[in-house]
């Protein structure tokens, strides 16, 4: 069975700084397309970004230029780099992985889901 398994959340300042990490055992890690999402409180979960097994990158418009996602397929392990944190990125942040590459607009294809990581972002 697949496990992932996010860690690096925390309190930051707005205009901060984290770095989130989500380790993966139980098969084959480099084929897979890994995400992160998240979920605020009283809000749908939404996409952050995606990475392919060819490196390929898509990010949420809200994000776009301040977080970077990452992989190295040595350790298992996706990243996701946060700079110049707002308080409206505060949520939940969960680690997933497909089968299917980067698909947008829908969770119908995320094989496997992290528990999530909290990140506060305070002003």
């Known amino acids: 069975q697949v496990q992932l398994v996010e860690s690096g959340g925390g309190l930051v300042q707005a205009g901060g700084s984290l770095r989130l990490s989500c380790a993966a055992s139980?098969?084959?890690?480099?084929?897979?397309?890994m995400y992160w999402f998240r979920q605020a409180p009283g809000k749908e979960r939404e996409f952050v970004a995606a990475i392919n097994g060819g490196f390929g990158t898509d990010y949420a418009d809200s994000v776009k230029g301040r977080f970077t996602i990452s992989r190295d397929n040595a350790k298992n392990t996706v990243y996701l780099q946060m700079n110049s944190l707002k308080p409206a990125d505060t949520a939940v942040y969960y680690c997933?992985?497909?089968?299917?590459?980067?698909?947008?607009?829908?969770?119908?294809?995320?094989?496997?889901w992290g528990q999530g990581t909290q990140v506060t972002v305070s002003s």
């Open positions: 139980g098969r084959t890690f480099s084929s897979y397309a």
């Open positions: 997933a992985s497909s089968a299917l590459g980067i698909v947008r607009g829908t969770t119908t294809h995320i094989n496997d």
